[in-house]
């Protein structure tokens, strides 16, 4: 606390970063609204299972018209994953940030073919701290959490589960292997979000993927209703 000068300079920094994501967050939601696009943004660890759950979903969603915009530091080995599948799909690298902000959605949304889009996943670099930070425009966040990870993770990142409208726990064929509590990360996360529901899946073997295209299914027919 020593240090007033830098601490007085950093703040307005930070707040001025904020608003002009907050501005183009803002943009990027009435262009999904005007074409009638629900926006899932989806937060996790590296290795949480993000690509692997969203290959099962557009899968198991095959009648709907889904579209992916991937988010990676380098690379693009999930968006080639999900081309495979013929969903339209666009990467962007953010070239060492941490996080996907909303100018980066509205550059990659370019590459998109709108019109013929009901639902777009945004797949968010794997970080469990600032994706949280930055709008990007969404209507949906949802966590996913695997099980290898540990229940206690509610405790070390509470914004996350603080944030989100569904949590999912991944990779729940490894249930029996692992110490991964159910009970007590529900409890966890219900302590931080009491109306966030926990879905507890596996991409690999199909258990409970069922309760989360049905909760996909329930957000789209909102839309469709409004
Ligand atoms: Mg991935
Ligand atoms: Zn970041």
């Not at 990007?136 to 996350?160: A, F, R």
């Not at 490894?174 to 529901?197: I, K, S």
């Amino acid at each position: 606390m020593s240090q007033d000068r830098s601490s007085s300079s950093k703040v307005p920094i930070v707040q001025t970063l904020l608003t002009a994501n907050e501005e183009v967050a803002a943009d990027n939601r009435l262009v999904f609204q005007g074409h009638g696009i629900k926006v899932v943004n989806i937060m996790a660890s590296p290795g949480a299972g993000k690509t692997t759950l969203l290959l099962a979903t557009i899968q198991a969603l095959a009648d709907r018209k889904i579209g992916v915009i991937e988010g990676d530091v380098a690379s693009q080995v999930d968006a080639d994953l999900i081309a495979a599948t013929g969903a339209p799909v666009v990467q962007i690298n953010t070239g060492g940030a941490c996080h996907l902000d909303a100018p980066m959605i509205r550059h990659g949304l370019k590459a998109l073919p709108l019109d013929g889009l009901e639902m777009i996943f945004v797949e968010n670099v794997g970080n469990l701290i600032c994706p949280v930070s930055f709008d990007l425009g969404q209507d949906l966040n949802v966590g996913l959490i695997s099980v290898p990870e540990g229940h206690d993770k509610p405790y070390k990142y509470p914004g996350i589960f603080e944030a989100v409208d569904l949590v999912v726990v991944t990779k729940s064929d490894l249930l029996p292997y692992l110490d991964f509590e159910v009970d007590t990360f529900r409890e966890l996360v219900h302590g931080l979000n009491p109306d966030a529901p926990v879905i507890v899946l596996s991409a690999k073997t199909g258990e409970g993927l069922t309760d989360w295209t049905t909760w996909l299914a329930a957000q789209l027919g909102t839309s469709a209703q409004a």
